[in-house]
Each structure stands twice: as structure tokens, then as C-alpha cells.
């Protein structure tokens, strides 16, 4: 069986193949997860999990397979839904900016939320990661993964800007969606025992 993660986003196919070579998921699962690179719409929304339906419903109508999305966003605690599903567009409008965007007596906790989709011509499936901590004053580090640089995850000094992807995968909150999905869909197979 074939199951395609379909995005445009490079970083997301690296840290996508990091996950796989690093927990050996090939070795593990009896299906093989390809990756096709092409854009999918990302419809404006609140809720992170209305993008990830429509995503994946798109990504399997226009490849007739059955097909995986992926959707993040950062959620600040002092600006309730937001940028939450929409982060992507305004961090490429803003960028680092976006620390501004908390006053200095509002909270700077936040929880960074990946949300995968599945599709396959039946019924779409949802499955999150979250990961809570805080946003920094300025950017730090230079892996630039959207919000990547302005995030530290709790029990954590450094952004995931300043992780890098490796790092970044023990608390990533797409590394937990993929878990989730994986240990849905092939129950048995997965959890392998973690390195």
C-alpha cells in the first residue's frame, strides 16, 4: 500500500524524512509513504482542523490516491486563536514582528499545534500533536521554519530556530501528530521502540 504526503513545503518534506530515517518507520510499517511536491490550497480558517480536511480532500481529488497533509500553527495564549492556522501568511507578511504583537504585561505562553490529515476517497481522518511554551522578545537561531525562530517549547532554553530539525524532533508537535496518525492507521505496527 501507498500512502502520498503531499506539500510544496520544503521543510516539511526534510523534517518529514528525518522523522522517518531516524524512528526507522520503513522497517517498521507495512506500507510505503511517498512524498509528492505540490501546493494545496490552504483555505483561510480559525480552526486548524477545517484547513487540514479541505487539504486533504483536495490533495486525494486531484491524485486519486489516498493522500497525507500537513497543517501547523502557534497559538499565543494572549491573542485567543491566534495566528493559529494562518501563522504561515503572517509570518510571511511580518516575520518577526510577530513577537510585537504581545503587549509587555500580556502572557507570552503559546502552544504550537501540527494537525495531519488523512484522505483515502472515504472518509478524511484528523489527528494532532500539540507542544505548549512560550514566545521569545525577538528571533533566535537560524533554522527557518516559519515561527520557528520566536518558539521555545517548555522544559526548554533554546527556540526551535536554534534546535534546528533534529532537536527539535523530541518535542516537536508534528512529530506527535505523525505518531498519532501512524499509531491509528497500523495499530500493531507502530510505536516501534524508540533510539
Known amino acids: 500500500m501507498k500512502i502520498y504526503f503531499v506539500t510544496k513545503n520544503k521543510y516539511k518534506i526534510d523534517e518529514l524524512r528525518g522523522y522517518l530515517e531516524h ?6 510499517l507495512s506500507f510505503d509513504l511517498r512524498t509528492v511536491e505540490r501546493a494545496v490550497q490552504e483555505i483561510l480558517h480559525r480552526d486548524i ?3 487540514v480536511r479541505r487539504k486533504a480532500l483536495e490533495a486525494y481529488e486531484d491524485l ?19 495566528p493559529g492556522g494562518i501563522g504561515q501568511l503572517m509570518w510571511d507578511a511580518v516575520g518577526d514582528r510577530m513577537c510585537g504583537f504581545l503587549n509587555p504585561d500580556d502572557s507570552r ?3 504550537a499545534r ?3 490529515g ?3 476517497g472515504r472518509q478524511i481522518w484528523t489527528y494532532g500533536g500539540e507542544t505548549r511554551g512560550h514566545v521569545t522578545e525577538a528571533r533566535r537561531g537560524k533554522y527557518a521554519f516559519n515561527w520557528d525562530p520566536i518558539f521555545v517549547p517548555d522544559e526548554c532554553e533554546e527556540t526551535y530556530g536554534e534546535m534546528g530539525p533534529e532537536r527539535k524532533r523530541a518535542t516537536s508537535p508534528a512529530v506527535k501528530a505523525w505518531d498519532a496518525f501512524l499509531s ?12
Open 23 to 28: 524512528f526507522k518507520v520503513r522497517e517498521h
Open 49 to 51: 482542523n477545517v484547513i
Open 64 to 82: 486519486g490516491v489516498p493522500c497525507v497533509v500537513e497543517h501547523g500553527g502557534l497559538f499565543m495564549d494572549a491573542l485567543p486563536g491566534l
Open 109 to 111: 505562553r503559546a502552544v
Open 114 to 116: 501540527s494537525v495531519i
Open 118 to 120: 488523512y484522505c483515502d
Open 184 to 195: 491509528a492507521q497500523f495499530p500493531g505496527e507502530w510505536p516501534p521502540p524508540r533510539p
